[in-house]
């Protein structure tokens, strides 16, 4: 179940507020300049389904989102928990950073743990199936895909160089939980 966990940046220990109801989480979201919706697929997608087929199956949001945005490419991630690189590319995202571009990503299928960090509050997102988050470019924060990652995302890039981090050199990120899939909290 998606949901949303709010912190002071100086306790992460003590969340100040939790939520797994989708329209509060958007609202709380939305207050910050994040977007927070879910999608449906208009056709069944089979496992190991192509990058063609994904994106079919959610074409209607997709063009909606590039219209809208002015996203230039649009592609598939695919992550399995026996992939032998799980350890450097969970590692790649764990440190805060910021883009300076929007972070779009939608969950096909999966799981993961966006975590920002804005106005001397941490904002924990578990984003599941169906949830698509907009990180507004600027905003600090990191991503855990735990320990085992396994997730299917479409991401949307204005840049064509697609994903490029600019690291913050803060050691918040390590203050505040990982992610590990299957644990209550």
């Known amino acids: ?10 306790h992460p220990d003590a969340p100040l507020s939790s939520t797994s109801v989708q329209a509060d989480m958007a609202r709380e979201l939305a207050q910050i300049g994040v977007g927070f919706e ?17 994106m079919a199956a959610y074409r209607t949001d997709i063009d909606r989102l590039v219209n809208e945005r002015g996203f230039k490419t649009v592609d598939v991630v695919s992550i399995a928990p026996d992939n032998p690189n799980r350890e450097e590319m969970r590692k790649k995202f764990l440190d805060e950073h910021f ?17 920002l960090h804005v106005d001397g509050k941490v904002y924990e997102i578990k984003c599941e199936q169906g949830d698509l988050i907009a990180v507004p470019d600027s ?22 160089d697609g994903w490029v981090g600019h690291f913050t050199g803060t050691d ?11 644990q209550a909290g």
């Open 1 to 10: 179940m998606s949901r949303l966990r709010i912190f002071a940046e100086d």
């Open 38 to 54: 879910q999608w449906q697929a208009t056709q069944p997608i089979a496992p190991g389904a192509s990058s063609e087929d994904v």
């Open 99 to 115: 883009h300076k571009e929007d972070e779009v990503r939608f969950f096909v299928a999966g799981s993961g743990l966006f975590t």
């Open 139 to 160: 905003t600090k924060h990191w991503f855990d895909m735990g320990p085992s990652p396994s997730f299917v995302a479409i991401r949307f890039f204005t840049e064509p």
């Open 172 to 182: 918040i990120a390590q203050k505040f939980p990982r992610y590990e899939p299957g």
